[in-house]
């Protein structure tokens, strides 16, 4: 069973910053595509950011030049240093991954930024 696991959420002051990280279960995992998705309160799931094998990204307009995703493939592993956090970043951050037959999500992790 693929399991996503987050770590790296909790508490921050605006301006401050945080790195989040998603570790996928089992060696033999590869994603075509990996991922960040948040969703605050009362609002719809967005993507956050991207990235593929290769190390292509995509950003949502909100964060770009804030946040930076990156992964390594020999862990397993995508990173999300989030810099700069305003109050809009408070969320539950979810990590994505999509392989050739499955699209898998981790159980979320949360990021409130105080003012």
């Known amino acids: 069973q693929v399991q996503l696991v987050e770590s790296g959420g909790g508490l921050v002051q605006a301006g401050g910053s945080l790195r989040l990280s998603c570790a996928a279960s089992?060696?033999?995992?590869?994603?075509?595509?990996m991922g960040w998705y948040r969703q605050a309160p009362g609002k719809q799931r967005e993507l956050v950011a991207a990235?593929?094998?290769?190390?292509?990204?995509d950003y949502a307009d909100a964060v770009k030049g804030r946040f930076t995703i990156s992964r390594d493939n020999a862990k397993n592993t995508v990173y999300l240093p989030m810099n700069s956090l305003k109050r809009g970043a408070t969320a539950v951050y979810y990590c994505?991954?999509?392989?050739?037959?499955?699209?898998?999500w981790g159980q979320g992790t949360q990021v409130t930024v105080s003012s």
């Open positions: 089992g060696s033999s995992f590869t994603s075509n595509v």
């Open positions: 990235i593929i094998r290769g190390g292509s990204t």
């Open positions: 994505n991954g999509v392989s050739d037959y499955s699209t898998y």
